[in-house]
């Protein structure tokens, strides 16, 4: 989890805590109040006890209804306004009959601060201060018999103290909103970072691709050349020769079978070296698109090798750059060539999937596996270079290969390639 990603969980946790701690926070203190009311008649200690139970009733389901059951409410400024008003009305009543009460009065501050506005919480903090205040002296009779000075004098100190951490507390609430505001701009540059980094590495594939195919195509061509000034014009020179001869020849049956051998060969011989010098794909993407040349290769080596093997498409199959299926192609064959090699398997799975970004090819076997860790040779006695040569393959595209095997656990291979489109590089 990223940084910007731990800060943005942290404030929401903070204000799942804060939320649920104002939501019990004026219950609690209310019953903890009742219960004294409750309590106080044992001791005859109680005079105005069914007008006090009766008003944390109401305050009971006045919180009850406005601070819990309709909590959309609470972005209407002027309906929670009337809310608070009427809750310390209620809460000045329950001091003036019980003093002890103050104690419910103290979820005025928080309550202000939560649901007023603007200048309206001070008003809500010095209406809290100077209902406790009530509470402090013990009661309104305390005022009454001449001490209102001392009400009006802790009242004032209270709200000066209430006022200075409303202001701390705002200052801190605007902090807060500055710094998730920041959070959802941060992580909008992140999302915009990674979705252009994910376009960089889309371009760099095909700047990759369009390198490496620059450079294959220069060295066709001197192949190509190489090929026609060399292999092709001594072929064609041998084929002339052995004509000539064929013509002139009177010989047994048995020279003039192996010279008409001879020509054909060449003939052969020469073919395929022009196709070479053309050749710009492998002969069976040129007739076929990927899907279909897979699985045609799929086909013949079961035939040969009297292994079942399954091609199975997934996606949507649509043309890719030259590159990219011939990457494909080439693996899918040399994954082939390796479990008849090696795997001794029985079965073999194919998934070819086309996606958005990418394509991959899948081959599974239930062969003997092997370690893949295990030093193996670079190139098999029959010239070709295995795994190696795969993963040199699919890597020049910006590709990668995995491998996941163990000793008689079979053999699945991974080539990802970008999914390029045909022409998409020039």
């Known amino acids: 989890m990223s940084i910007e990603a731990e800060l943005r969980a942290d404030l929401e946790r903070w204000e799942r805590q804060e939320t649920a701690a104002l939501r019990v926070l004026p219950h609690l203190l209310l019953a903890v109040c009742t219960v004294i009311a409750l309590l106080l008649p044992l001791r005859g200690e109680a005079p105005h006890q069914p007008a006090t139970l009766a008003l944390s009733v109401v305050a009971a389901l006045w919180l009850l209804w406005f601070h819990v059951l309709h909590p959309a409410w609470h972005r209407n400024s002027r309906l929670m306004g009337a809310y608070y008003a009427v809750l310390m009305l209620l809460a000045a009543a329950l001091v003036a009959t019980a003093p002890w009460y103050g104690l419910f009065a103290f979820a005025g501050y928080p309550q202000a601060f939560h649901y007023l506005r603007g200048r309206w919480r001070y008003a809500g903090a010095a209406a809290t201060s100077m209902i406790m205040a009530v509470s402090y002296l013990g009661g309104i009779a305390t005022i009454s018999g001449g001490f209102w000075w001392a009400w009006l004098a802790i009242s004032l100190i209270s709200t000066v103290l209430a006022w200075g951490s409303s202001y701390l507390i705002d200052m801190g609430d605007q902090r807060d909103r500055r710094q998730k505001q920041a959070l959802a701009e941060l992580h909008e540059a992140n999302t915009r970072i990674e979705a252009a980094l994910a376009e960089n590495a889309g371009l760099h594939a095909r700047l990759l691709v369009q390198a490496r195919e620059a450079g294959v195509h220069d060295e066709r061509e001197r192949m190509a050349r190489e090929i026609h000034d060399t292999l ?31 020509v054909s060969l060449a003939r052969e011989s020469l073919t395929e070296a022009r196709r070479t010098v053309h050749a710009v794909e492998p002969h069976v993407l040129a007739e076929a698109r990927l899907p279909e040349a897979i699985d045609d290769v799929v086909r013949r080596w079961s035939e040969v090798h009297e292994i079942e093997a399954v091609l199975t498409t997934t996606g949507d199959p649509r043309p890719m750059h030259a590159e990219v299926e011939v990457a494909l192609l080439r693996a899918a064959q040399e ?56 993963r040199r393959r699919v890597q020049r595209l910006a590709g990668r290969l995995d491998i996941e095997s163990e000793p008689g656990g079979g053999t699945a291979i991974s080539a990802s390639v970008p999914a390029i489109p045909a022409g998409g590089c020039r």
Do not use: C, W
Not at 236 to 242: E, R
Not at 356 to 375: C, E, N
């Open 335 to 390: 994954a082939l060539a390796n479990v008849a090699k090696h795997a001794k398997a029985s079965r073999v799975g194919l998934t070819l999937s086309y996606m958005d970004d990418q394509v991959t090819l899948d081959v599974r076997d239930d062969g003997v596996g092997f370690q893949p860790g295990a030093r193996r040779s670079p190139a098999s006695a029959d010239g070709g270079f295995g795994l190696a040569g795969m």
């Open 232 to 262: 092709a014009q001594g072929l064609a020179g041998i084929l002339a020769q052995l004509q000539a001869a064929q013509q002139t020849m009177e010989g047994p049956p048995a020279s003039r079978r192996h010279v008409t051998n001879a």
